[in-house]
């Protein structure tokens, strides 16, 4: 399982949450509220939070924006700071994802990604580290660096950032944005706008499907814009959402070595107005399974595996930033259909199951009060 508010927005978070015009026929359009079948339990708040992570006895991961990582009780009444990273966190940056290693019960390991400076400009980090609670004081030691995005560009905007492990437990999935540079998305040879599969030592995995093509080694599938959230269902799919330009805003099924179109087509615009070729059977891209316009902005994603809601089992869950929200998708096998969106009055940074089924949102901080809520069945 993996998973993450717009009154004014800075011009840096415009770049990737814009609105957009009236629905189009056969796209995921704005659904009218739906009535909130969860009760909502505010639990604790933080400093811009970035994303969550459910320990398996109930305490929470937090990562925020400036590079803290929080081990937190699930009452929240406790909280430790168990790491600060080296976080460059203007515009879009900051402490981003952390996810449990598959093998966590024995190893402790933690696997986190975060946006810094180096040479060349900026980019996204991928790393690990061992939650170590030995001393009585939790402390994340052995940290290393495992992969770093390729190239380090100027800019504050479209890390991504997000992991997400095979079912197997072999292999790491990690998304990198295009940085807000277009043409990367496209580019073989770089890494940027790509869902990339690695080892668990942050190595190119074999056996990816472009290598021989002339592409990055790492390269799992490309043509992506700023990709957010990243998930495999129980059925071993590895589900991606993305947010679009202004309007387009996509859930994609992601398929080794497919080109997802981006800039070369997406159901959105340019932000300066110039039109972009739609997604249209036969023009060599991947659509994606779901698209909304007006946005949404996304989020986390989570898909459901809990029996708290077992209404809910195998679905996924978006947050909704500009659009404040909750958002419900129905899957089913490899099909997508909108469900439900509820009205969250914040902008929800991520979405994470909890150990026992229930449901966690955090807000994004700035304009919401960074506010961890638990949800779980009205009544």
């Known amino acids: 399982m993996r998973r993450t508010l717009l009154a004014t927005l800075p011009i840096a978070l415009l770049a990737c949450s814009g609105n957009a015009p009236a629905d189009v026929a056969g796209q995921a359009g704005t ?11 505010v639990v604790a708040d933080f ?3 970035w994303a969550l992570a459910a320990l398996p006895d109930g305490r929470l991961l937090v990562t925020e924006k400036g590079g803290q990582m929080l081990l937190v009780a699930g009452d ?8 600060t990273l080296p976080v460059d966190s203007a515009g879009q940056g900051a402490l ?12 402790r390991r933690l696997y986190f990604s975060y946006s810094t400076a180096g040479e060349g400009g900026k980019g996204v980090v991928l790393a690990r580290g061992r ?3 030995s001393a009585g004081q939790a402390r994340l030691r052995e940290v290393e660096t495992l992969f770093r995005a390729r190239p ?5 905007g479209h890390y991504s950032g997000r992991i997400a492990f095979s079912p197997d437990g072999r292999y790491l999935f990690f998304t990198n944005g295009e940085r807000q540079k277009f043409t990367p998305a496209q580019d073989p040879k770089v890494t940027l706008g790509k869902v990339l599969r690695l080892t668990l030592d942050g ?9 021989a093509k002339g592409f990055a080694p790492e390269i799992w599938t490309y043509g992506h814009r700023n990709l957010l959230g990243l998930a495999f269902d129980a059925h071993g799919n590895l589900w991606e959402q993305e947010m679009g330009p202004k309007g387009g805003d996509e859930l994609n099924l992601i398929l080794p070595g497919r080109n997802y179109g981006w800039p070369n087509a997406s159901n959105g615009s340019n932000y300066d107005g110039t039109d972009i070729s739609d997604h249209r059977p036969g023009d060599g891209y991947e659509p994606p399974k779901l698209w909304w316009n007006p946005v949404i902005s996304p989020g986390g994603l989570m898909i459901y595996s809990g029996s708290l809601f077992p209404q809910w089992k195998g679905d996924a869950f ?15 096998g490899t099909n997508a259909a909108k469900a439900d969106q509820w009205r969250m009055g914040a902008r929800i940074r991520d979405v994470e199951q909890a150990a026992d089924g229930a449901i966690w949102l955090i807000e994004d901080g700035g304009e919401s009060q960074g506010r961890l809520i638990k949800l779980t069945p009205a009544g």
């Not at 406790?78 to 790491?83: K, L, M, P």
């Not at 981003?96 to 190893?107: E, G, I, K, Q, R």
């Not at 380090?152 to 504050?156: A, I, L, T």
Request: no cysteine.
């Open 31 to 41: 659904t009218p509220p739906s009535a909130k079948p969860f009760k909502e339990t």
């Open 76 to 83: 929240g009444k406790s909280r430790q700071t168990i790491a």
């Open 131 to 133: 939650l170590d609670e």
């Open 96 to 107: 981003m994802d952390v996810v449990l290693a598959p093998d966590f019960a024995t190893s």
């Open 47 to 49: 400093d811009s939070p």
């Open 152 to 156: 380090f560009v100027e800019g504050n």
């Open 203 to 211: 190595k190119p995995a074999p056996g990816n499907p472009l290598a």
């Open 318 to 332: 978006i947050g909704g930033l500009s659009s404040q929200s909750l958002v419900h998708v129905h899957l089913d």
